[in-house]
């Protein structure tokens, strides 16, 4: 795989492109600056990779539009050496973005096909996260509690199971709504029982399903 001047300068217009559309967390600025997006897209569609657009992966899946990934993440707001859970791995370059911003993260793809293809993929280009296989509306209790939980996938409401896992002071960022638009919707932990919503503008993402996929 090369990564050359062009695909660098290419990136660097992508992050004007974010900065411009509000984006100002500088870790998340320079994680978009850096990734290679190409790697992560077939080869038919290398001339699109920094187009801030969401492209085909393959598996019914997309790749977020990148603009997309620097806003959950900046609103996820997590410092370094936090730990995140991730419900969606696809193609793992959102894996790749929290990585890069110095987290840990905890990822699940419940699409087998996804799963096998990026667990391989990512360390080979030197992201190493924590994969699973399964569904995402369970979590990873066992893992847990998290600095903050992120949703990759338009999910039709807020799992109480995943706010469960998170902790204190953390926070869920995710897609919530139907098959025509998501509301971004952040939800803080305040304490055992106590939580706080707060909406953050209509996107439209592929649908977050149960269960496993082979």
Do not use: W
């Not at 100002?24 to 994680?31: D, E, G, H, K, Q």
């Not at 080869?43 to 790749?63: K, V």
């Not at 098959?179 to 503008?201: A, C, N």
């Amino acid at each position: 795989m090369i990564d050359g001047f062009l695909h660098k300068g290419l990136r660097q217009k992508l992050v004007e492109t974010i900065k411009m559309k509000g984006i100002t967390n500088s870790l998340v600025i320079a994680a978009i600056g850096k990734i290679p997006r190409h790697y992560f897209v077939e080869s038919y569609l290398e001339s699109s990779a920094y187009e801030d657009r969401a492209l085909p992966i393959g598996a019914g899946q997309t790749i977020s539009q990148p603009y997309t990934v620097a806003y959950q993440t900046e609103l996820l707001n997590v410092g370094k050496r936090a730990k995140v859970l991730e419900i969606g791995t696809g193609s793992g370059y959102q894996t790749a973005v929290l990585l890069e911003i110095g987290v840990q993260v905890f990822t699940i793809e419940r699409q087998r096909e996804l799963y096998m293809k990026t667990c391989a993929f990512l360390p080979n280009i030197g992201y190493n996260a924590q994969f699973f296989y399964g569904d995402g509306y369970e979590g990873k209790p066992t893992y847990g509690p998290f600095d903050g939980i992120l949703i990759t996938a338009g999910a039709p409401f807020i799992p109480e199971k995943l706010l469960l896992q998170l902790k204190i002071g953390g926070k869920f960022v995710a897609p919530i709504g139907n098959q025509d638009f998501q509301v971004m919707t952040v939800v803080e932990r305040i304490s055992d029982t106590e939580y706080k919503k707060t909406e953050h503008g209509n996107f439209v993402f592929v649908p977050m399903l149960k269960g496993t996929s082979k």
